[in-house]
């Protein structure tokens, strides 16, 4: 026997009048004339081939096989109502998981604030975050398993769009015992002839200290390449090199037995901010998300300043006055 193939609305309509025992208040329950609801419990009826209710002038009550109906058909709707009442809260962006990669330093330093304000009016939101070099968030982000990127500004790959967020100053980081220690500030040009513990190619930051040595003609020894940041700590208080390093990667860094020097040159700063497709629609919520951080003023940590509104992509630099990081 096929089974009949019955609506949402017409299943509902058996239940409401089944829960009123009157058609005029299950019609108004159900928004909808009494004609039209007696056509869709006729139609239901005709559909299964059996009676669900027994009709008087003077009541209504259901058949055997009109309890069997409820019976069979009420925890499909009730699973329907569930389901459907959680996806328009998907849609509102009320619930749902941004997945999103970020620099570590980013993730650290910057996204835990945003977290907690965007959180106090999100509370079912869950977050998936995963931290890697800049070379890592665009192949998360190409490969489709994150939809926001926070990282550097830099070549976009086909198809993504970039929002600027913060600007860092570039530091020069050494043991205490170097002469940098006795400086207010530095160039480029100091790290002539230096041992300098880089990031690994890739990272921003190597991308960045890379390209201002070429364009300065600048000679280093990259003996060392290193990682993490804990790693770099290490090295440089080990006295082996020097490190050019943006202010966020110096946050939490202890610089007790090291100094950090602003380096106050052209292209001395790395910008900052959210990496996502163009063309592809965001999910609900991490649409909503990227809102929040394009409006959201961060509080900037030392040596960290807000990109403005109509940012170019031109490099420029930091006064260091005021920007030096507490030691």
């Known amino acids: 026997m096929p089974v009949p193939d019955l609506t949402l609305q017409q299943l509902r309509a058996v239940r409401t009048l089944a829960a009123s025992g009157s058609f005029t208040k299950a019609a108004a329950a159900e928004h909808i004339s009494q004609s039209v609801l007696s056509r869709r419990i006729k139609e239901v009826e005709r559909l299964l081939r059996v009676r669900l209710f027994d009709r008087t002038t003077r009541q209504l009550d259901l058949t055997a096989a009109g309890h069997a109906f409820l019976l069979m058909t009420g925890a499909v709707l009730d699973d329907m109502d569930m389901r459907l009442s959680r996806f328009m809260s998907y849609v509102a962006a009320q619930s749902g ?8 330093s980013l993730a650290a330093a910057v996204l835990p604030g945003v977290m907690r304000g965007f959180m106090l009016d999100h509370p079912e939101v869950e977050f998936e975050i995963i931290d890697g070099a800049a070379d890592e968030v665009v192949e ?3 490969g489709g398993t994150v939809e926001l990127g926070l990282t550097a ?9 970039f929002t600027p967020l913060l600007r860092e100053q570039f530091y020069g980081v050494a043991h205490h015992s170097h002469p940098w220690s006795a400086q207010n500030s530095i160039s480029w040009a100091d790290f002539n002839g230096e041992t300098v513990v880089a990031t690994r190619p ?25 990682c993490s940041a804990a790693t770099i700590r290490g090295l440089l208080r080990a006295g082996v090199g ?3 390093l943006p202010a966020l990667e110096l946050q939490g860094f202890g610089l007790d037995d090291l100094v950090a020097v602003p380096v106050v040159s052209p292209g001395a700063t790395r910008v900052t901010g959210v990496m996502y497709r163009c063309s592809q629609d965001l999910s609900p919520v991490a649409a909503r998300f990227l809102d929040f951080m394009r409006a959201t003023e961060i509080d900037p940590p030392r040596g960290v300043s807000h990109v403005h509104e109509g940012y170019t992509g031109e490099p420029d630099t930091l006064s260091h006055a005021g ?5």
Request: glycine fraction near 6%; aromatic fraction near 6%; charge should be negative.
């Open 242 to 244: 020097v490190a050019a």
């Open 140 to 142: 998360r982000l190409e």
């Open 97 to 104: 998981t941004i997945a999103l990669a970020a620099l570590p």
């Open 202 to 226: 890739g990272t921003s930051i190597r991308a960045i200290t890379d390209a201002a040595f070429s364009k300065h003609s600048i000679s280093v020894s990259h003996h060392f390449n290193a």
């Open 323 to 327: 920007v030096e990081l507490a030691e």
């Open 153 to 161: 500004h830099g070549d976009l790959p086909d198809g993504f769009c």
